[in-house]
T-cell receptor, first 111, second 111 residues
Framework: DVKVTQSSRYLVKRTGEKVFLECVQD?????MFWYRQDPGLGLRLIYF???????EKGDIPEGYSVSREKKERFSLILESASTNQTSMYLC??????????FGQGTRLTVV | GQQVMQIPQYQHVQEGEDFTTYCNSS?????IQWYKQRPGGHPVFLIQ?????EVKKQKRLTFQFGEAKKNSSLHITATQTTDVGTYFC???????????FGTGTRLKVLA
C-alpha cells in the first residue's frame, strides 16, 4: 500500500513563527503536491514538484515556500506564519498522470 | 487561470434517492479524476476519465466525461449512508503535471 505520511496531525503556532510541514512518501513517485483545504473553497494548490529540486507554483503560493532535496520528501515552509494561514494542509504524491495519494492532513492553527 | 467549479455545494438526500454532482472547467481538460473524502478523512481516488464522452461505472456510481472535455458528472444510484462525504473532481490540462480541484459537493444521506 502506498503511504504518504505527514509529520503532524495538529499544530499550533504563533504569528510570525517559521513553520515547517513535512511530507514523506514511500512509493518513489515523481510528483508531490501541497494543498490547503478551507470550507467552501475545496482544495487549492500551493506548490507542486515533479522531480527532486524542481518546483512550480500553484494557485496560492504567496507566503509559502517548498523544498524537495530527496525524492521521497516534500516540505512546505511558512516563512512567517499569519492567522490567515490557519487551515488544513494536505500533501499528496502521484506517479505522472495517475491517481494522487493523500496524507492524513495537518490541521494548522496560527494564533 | 484555469478554474474548476462544482455544483451543488451541498446536497441532502433520503437514503435510496439518487444523487448527481457536476463539474465544469473553464478550459479543455486532458483528463479528469474524482475523489471522495469521508468526514474527518483525506481524499481518496475513485476514478480517472480520459476520453471525450467516456462513461465509467463502479457499482452504483456512474462517471461521465463531456464530449468537449470541459465538464464531468458523478451520479450515485440509490444512495446509502456509506456514501456520505465530499466528492471532488480534479482536472488537468495538457502540458502540465498539476490537477486543479473543484470546490467539492458535500453529500449527506438521511436514513
Amino acid at each position: 500500500d502506498v503511504k504518504v505520511t505527514q509529520s503532524s496531525r495538529y499544530l499550533v503556532k504563533r504569528t510570525g513563527e517559521k513553520v515547517f510541514l513535512e511530507c514523506v512518501q514511500d512509493m518513489d513517485h515523481e510528483n508531490m503536491f501541497w494543498y490547503r483545504q478551507d470550507p467552501g473553497l475545496g482544495l487549492r494548490l500551493i506548490y507542486f514538484s515533479y522531480d527532486v529540486k524542481m518546483k512550480e507554483k500553484g494557485d496560492i503560493p504567496e507566503g509559502y515556500s517548498v523544498s524537495r532535496e530527496k525524492k521521497e520528501r516534500f516540505s512546505l515552509i511558512l516563512e512567517s506564519a499569519s492567522t490567515n494561514q490557519t487551515s488544513m494542509y494536505l500533501c499528496a504524491s502521484s506517479p505522472t498522470e495517475l491517481e494522487a495519494f493523500f496524507g492524513q492532513g495537518t490541521r494548522l492553527t496560527v494564533v | 487561470g484555469q478554474q474548476v467549479m462544482q455544483i451543488p455545494q451541498y446536497q441532502h438526500v433520503q437514503e435510496g434517492e439518487d444523487f448527481t454532482t457536476y463539474c465544469n472547467s473553464s478550459t479543455t481538460l486532458s483528463n479528469i479524476q474524482w475523489y471522495k473524502q469521508r468526514p474527518g478523512g483525506h481524499p481518496v481516488f475513485l476514478i480517472q476519465l480520459v476520453k471525450s464522452g467516456e462513461v465509467k461505472k463502479q457499482k452504483r456510481l456512474t462517471f461521465q466525461f463531456g464530449e468537449a472535455k470541459k465538464n464531468s458528472s458523478l451520479h450515485i444510484t440509490a444512495t446509502q449512508t456509506t456514501d456520505v462525504g465530499t466528492y471532488f473532481c480534479a482536472g488537468r490540462t495538457s502540458g502540465t503535471y498539476k490537477y486543479i480541484f473543484g470546490t467539492g459537493t458535500r453529500l449527506k444521506v438521511l436514513a
